[in-house]
Each structure stands twice: as structure tokens, then as C-alpha cells.
């Protein structure tokens, strides 16, 4: 594992307080992250509080972590207030106060196709950063070479694009 629970909480600083953000919840989404994503789009290698995030694969890890600790973050404000944990909005788009309404252009910030990834900044940053890789498309699916396999894999081994080739002469890049 490249990135640790140090290392994540030095580049994010935001993420420091381990009453909040236990360790063991960051080893988690790190251990997942690391599970997901194809370190063979990315390439890897050790990252330490003293030897910061050396490669787009350790950046992808810990933006992928971000977005999850918030998320679950969410989920336990919601509990802590007796709402539904885990209940999904998408981002603010108007906010009224009495006679004064900001409105903000969410489109802007989001992709349509880029699902829940659009709901932190993280994980804006993450799907662009994979987008940017040439990772394709994110699916669960084969894509006709058999259930669990395919010449494309995007997240981990096993995984297939199910789209169009991503590289090759006059093909779609």
C-alpha cells in the first residue's frame, strides 16, 4: 500500500483531526481505493509524510479517500441529528434567507455522467484526474470477452471498458 493514514492526513490537512477522521476509517477507504484502482493506468510508489504523493496513482488513492470520508461523514451527522444516514442530494443550486437568495451554477463544477463523484470536491478532482489518465469509462460489466474480463481494465483486474477501443490507429481516443 503506497498511502497511509499519515501521509494522507500530511497532504490533507483538513483531515487531520483523528477524533473525526479515525485512522482506521482512512486505512479502510485507502485499502479500498487501493482495491478499485488500476495502479497499471497510474503507476505507484511509496508515499510517506517525508516522501509526499510521488505518482497520479498515490494522488488517486488519496482523492478517492477524501471523497469517501466526507461522504461517510455526512452519513453520521445525519445520525448524530436522527435523519436517515446515507440519504443522497446533489450540490446547493439556490439558497433563499428572508428576502436574500444566492443562487450558484452547478454545472459548471459537475459532470452529468460523472454520478456520485459529483457530490464532493474530491471527487471531482478524482474522476477528472482518472478521466485525464485515459481510465475511461468506470463499469461493472464485461464487455463481450467474458463476464469478469476484458482487454481494457479500468478499475482493478477483472474489470472491462465496455466501450470503444482507447487507443489505435483511426480508432476513438
Not at 479517500?65 to 445525519?78: G, K, M, R
Not at 439558497?95 to 459548471?108: E, L, Q
Not at 478499475?155 to 481516443?173: C, T
Request: glycine share 12%; hydrophobic share 40%; with cysteine.
Amino acid at each position: 500500500m503506497s498511502v497511509t493514514p499519515a501521509s494522507f492526513r500530511f497532504d490533507y490537512e483538513e483531515f487531520a483531526s483523528s477524533v473525526i477522521y479515525t485512522n482506521s476509517s482512512i486505512a479502510y477507504w485507502i485499502n479500498f481505493a487501493n482495491l478499485l484502482i488500476n495502479p497499471c493506468l497510474l503507476g505507484g510508489s511509496p508515499a510517506t509524510p517525508s516522501n509526499p504523493p510521488a505518482t497520479l496513482y498515490d494522488i488517486a488513492v488519496e482523492l478517492f479517500t477524501a471523497h469517501n470520508l466526507v461522504l461517510e461523514q455526512q452519513a453520521l451527522a445525519a445520525s448524530q441529528n436522527n435523519a436517515v444516514p446515507g440519504r443522497t442530494t446533489g450540490p446547493i443550486s439556490s439558497k433563499h434567507a428572508g428576502p436574500i437568495s444566492v443562487s450558484y451554477d452547478v454545472g459548471a463544477g459537475v459532470d452529468a455522467d460523472d454520478g456520485q463523484y459529483n457530490l464532493t470536491i474530491y471527487g471531482t478532482r478524482f474522476i477528472n484526474l482518472y478521466k485525464l489518465a485515459g481510465a475511461g469509462g468506470m463499469v461493472v460489466n464485461g464487455n463481450g470477452f467474458g463476464a469478469n474480463f476484458g482487454p481494457f481494465p479500468v478499475f482493478g483486474v477483472g474489470q472491462a471498458w465496455s466501450g470503444p477501443p482507447l487507443w489505435g490507429v483511426g480508432q476513438w481516443i
